[in-house]
Structure formats: structure tokens, C-alpha cells
């Protein structure tokens, strides 16, 4: 069964540094999604990704958040300078028009 | 009123009893609805879609009230593999490419 990837599973870094979370979305799937969850409270969307550009974006994708879709599998989102409320989960998403989004098992992001 | 609002529970039921959640949305405009259950630091799986017609996919069924802006899921004959966070998850409407808002979770926890 096709399946959303991502890497790494947990990555820690200090607060300040640039963080690049990777995902390989499903292959024939064309919009492509980032979301956090921090510990305990509710999944939150961050932004949507579609024919190369962003599509939507949640108030919590301010300038410090980035996406990119370097080639024709991987896609990205970078957090600039990283802040100690940036610590979450972060879930890749990809999905066809209209359809249910298919979530990848996430990226535990600990800023120290 | 808050975008997607479920009861947090904890819900808790005996082995082989049926459940019935609820869920309701403030979005008029939202064309696409779904529950997900979440596992523990897990990422969100589709549960199912919710139709206007209502469906059902083995012990779960699911009902959606446009006029009421209201789901439901109900499992029937809980299983202890049923214990998990339910997801009610709704589009916001308009294209494809818009971002789900999630609502914060019903926990149930099936007693043996």
C-alpha cells in the first residue's frame, strides 16, 4: 500500500537553528500538506502545496516557515530560526482532488 | 462557536458495546468531512469519508447533517483494538487543495 514517508523521526536542535523536515508524499498524489500537532493538544494545519506553489496558508506559516518541492518526489518544509514553540509533530500529508488526505507517521521536532 | 468541536471523553466502554460519537462544524461551506482515529504519538489514518447518504464500513457507520452542520460515527460491538483518539475532520471548503481543520479528538477506551 503506497504510503507517505518522512525523515527524520526525531530530530532535536537548538534554538536559533534551521531545521529542513523531509517528506516523499504518495507518488501520484498532487497536493501536498504539512500539519503539526504540539503534545496533547489538536492537529493544526500549517500549509497546502499544489502545482509548485503554496496554495493555502494557516497564520502559524509566518515567514520563519518555508516549503519547497526540490524534485519530483521530495518536499520540504524549513523552519528558519527555530523557537522553543516550535516543538511538535510535524505530519507530511498528500492527497488527490477532493479526497482524504493520507498522513505520514510525523517528525518529532524538540527545540532546546 | 469553534470550527470543529467534539467531546474530549474520555469515553469509557466495555468490550462489545457500541458508541456513538458526535461532532459538530461552523464552516457552512465545508464539502468534505472524514473521521480519523489517532494512536498514541501516531499519526493520523483515515477512519472513513462521511457521505450525505450516510455509510458504513463494517462496525462503523457514519451520518452527516448538512442542515445541522452535525457527524456522527457509531461503532457497533467495540473491540479493545477500537481504544484511540477520534479525529472529526472537516474541509473548509472550496477547492481541492484546501486545508482540513481538525477537531481536537474523543478519546475511548474499551474496557475488557
Known amino acids: 500500500e503506497p504510503e507517505v514517508t518522512q525523515t527524520p523521526s526525531h530530530q532535536v536542535t537548538q534554538m536559533g537553528q534551521e531545521v529542513i523536515l523531509r517528506c516523499v508524499p504518495i507518488?501520484?498524489?498532487?497536493?501536498f500538506y504539512w500539519y503539526r500537532q504540539i503534545l496533547g493538544q489538536k492537529v493544526e494545519f500549517l500549509v497546502s502545496?499544489?502545482?509548485?506553489?503554496?496554495?493555502?496558508k494557516s497564520e502559524i506559516f509566518d515567514d520563519q516557515f518555508s516549503v519547497e518541492r526540490p524534485d519530483g518526489s521530495n518536499f520540504t518544509l524549513k523552519i528558519r530560526s527555530t523557537k522553543l514553540e516550535d516543538s511538535a509533530m510535524y505530519f507530511c500529508?498528500?492527497?488527490?482532488?477532493?479526497?482524504?488526505?493520507?498522513f505520514g507517521q510525523g517528525t518529532r521536532l524538540t527545540v532546546v | 462557536r469553534k470550527e470543529v468541536e467534539q467531546d474530549p471523553g474520555p469515553f469509557n466502554v466495555p468490550e462489545g458495546a457500541t458508541v456513538a460519537f458526535n461532532c459538530t462544524y461552523s464552516?457552512?461551506?465545508?464539502?468534505?468531512f472524514f473521521w480519523y482515529r489517532q494512536d498514541c504519538r501516531k499519526e493520523p489514518k483515515l477512519l472513513m469519508s462521511?457521505?450525505?447518504s450516510g455509510n458504513e464500513d463494517g462496525r462503523f457507520t457514519a451520518q452527516l447533517n448538512r442542515a445541522s452542520q452535525y457527524i456522527s460515527l457509531l461503532i457497533r460491538d467495540s473491540k479493545l483494538s477500537d481504544s484511540a483518539t477520534y479525529l472529526c475532520?472537516?474541509?473548509?471548503?472550496?477547492?481541492?487543495?484546501?486545508?482540513?481543520?481538525f477537531g481536537k479528538g474523543t478519546h475511548l477506551i474499551i474496557q475488557p
Open positions: 464552516n457552512s461551506a465545508s464539502q468534505s
Open positions: 500529508a498528500s492527497s488527490e482532488p477532493y479526497r482524504e488526505a493520507f
Open positions: 475532520v472537516v474541509n473548509r471548503g472550496g477547492g481541492g487543495a484546501d486545508g482540513l481543520t
Open positions: 502545496f499544489y502545482n509548485n506553489e503554496i496554495s493555502e
Open positions: 507518488s501520484n498524489h498532487l497536493y
Open positions: 462521511v457521505y450525505s
